[in-house]
């Protein structure tokens, strides 16, 4: 059974940061790109950051770019995102998820998904 489990969510100030890892079971993350994406109250859901299989290769929205870096550990079957310069408008659940397909598959091509880890920046 596929299980990813995401973790290092919490309340931070404006201006800080966490670091948030997925870590998963019952499946080899090397063979599939990861995203992270988040989902504030009342908004949809929206795309944050991918990277692909070897981790070579990433995207990051808009609004995270500069700020945020996404980065896998093969070896340890753990992907990370590390969010600096956090803003109110950064709260949300944070949920990591894997595609067969190419890194910027679209979100509803990706095939397994954490239950999330919420993320609250205060002002």
């Known amino acids: 059974q596929v299980q990813l489990v995401e973790s290092g969510g919490g309340l931070v100030q404006a201006g800080g940061s966490l670091r948030l890892s997925c870590a998963a079971s019952g499946r080899t993350l090397r063979g599939y790109a990861m995203g992270w994406f988040r989902q504030a109250p009342g908004k949809e859901r929206e795309f944050v950051a991918a990277?692909?299989?070897?981790?070579?290769?990433?995207g990051y929205a808009d609004s995270v770019k500069g700020r945020f870096t996404i980065s896998r550990d093969n070896a340890k079957n753990t992907l990370y995102l590390q969010m600096s310069s956090l803003k109110p408008e950064d709260t949300a659940v944070y949920y990591c998820a894997d595609t067969s397909s190419a890194y910027y598959a679209g979100s509803n091509e990706y095939d397994y998904w954490g239950k999330g880890t919420q993320v609250t920046v205060s002002s």
């Open positions: 990277v692909s299989r070897g981790g070579g290769s990433t």
